[in-house]
T-cell receptor, first 112, second 114 residues
Framework: GQQVMQIPQYQHVQEGEDFTTYCNSSTTLSNIQWYKQRPGGHPVFLIQLVKSGEVKKQKRLTFQFGEAKKNSSLHITATQTTDVGTYFCAETSGGSNYKLTFGKGTLLTVNP | DAGVIQSPRHEVTEMGQEVTLRCKPISGHDYLFWYRQTMMRGLELLIYFNNNVPIDDSGMPEDRFSAKMPNASFSTLKIQPSEPRDSAVYFC????????????FGPGTRLTVL
């Protein structure tokens, strides 16, 4: 199946700094989902992007889907310690098999 | 709603033993997914069901792994015999639709095979 590449693998920031993680694919994606997993926890759905060039916001989080639908990003403004965790993007394989394929994730740590 | 329920939360067993992981999906969700998470390989889909029928088991590592869904409210993932390399966190997730709907994950089962 398709494989989405996420960068960076790790990111450490000071509280109040911004953070961005990127998700890239060599092929056009049907849609993309973003999940957050707190340390020791389970993945929790954040958002789904479907349309080319789509931008969605959730408080301090901004999600973008590229014009060519081959990349996506998650930006957090003014990080807080509660933002700590691993952020995953996940894409849907095409055709009739609608399984999600997850990227390896970006682990965010925030220094208070 | 109680969310996706998994049991046990932790399992420690010895190599060669049979392990059975259990999952109760959210009521009304037609899709159930089993994932395995390790540091090396990340979050991998093992198998998923639609209306209790296995749709894609291409992620199941080998014949030692089997999964069943006898009814809409219960699924099992069995490993027999278990090996140390099976040590991982196993998540069950459910959704109303596949691929275009959010998946709700259970708390996971942390499996350690000695």
């Amino acid at each position: 199946g398709q494989q989405v590449m996420q960068i960076p693998q790790y990111q450490h920031v000071q509280e109040g700094e911004d953070f961005t993680t990127y998700c890239n694919s060599s092929t056009t994606l049907s849609n993309i989902q973003w999940y957050k997993q707190r340390p020791g926890g389970h993945p929790v759905f954040l958002i789904q992007l479907v349309k080319s060039g789509e931008v969605k916001k959730q408080k301090r989080l901004t999600f973008q889907f590229g014009e060519a639908k081959k990349n996506s990003s998650l930006h957090i403004t003014a990080t807080q310690t509660t933002d700590v965790g691993t952020y995953f993007c996940a894409e849907t394989s095409g055709g009739s098999n609608y399984k999600l394929t997850f990227g390896k994730g970006t682990l965010l740590t925030v220094n208070p | 709603d109680a969310g996706v329920i998994q049991s046990p939360r932790h399992e420690v067993t010895e190599m060669g033993q049979e392990v059975t992981l259990r999952c109760k999906p959210i009521s009304g969700h037609d899709y159930l997914f089993w994932y395995r998470q390790t540091m090396m390989r990340g979050l991998e889909l093992l198998i998923y069901f639609n209306n209790n029928v296995p749709i894609d088991d291409s992620g199941m590592p080998e014949d030692r792994f089997s999964a069943k869904m006898p009814n809409a409210s219960f699924s099992t993932l069995k490993i027999q015999p278990s090996e140390p390399r099976d040590s991982a966190v196993y998540f069950c997730a459910s959704s109303r639709l596949a691929g275009v709907d959010e998946q709700f994950f259970g708390p996971g089962t942390r499996l350690t095979v000695l």
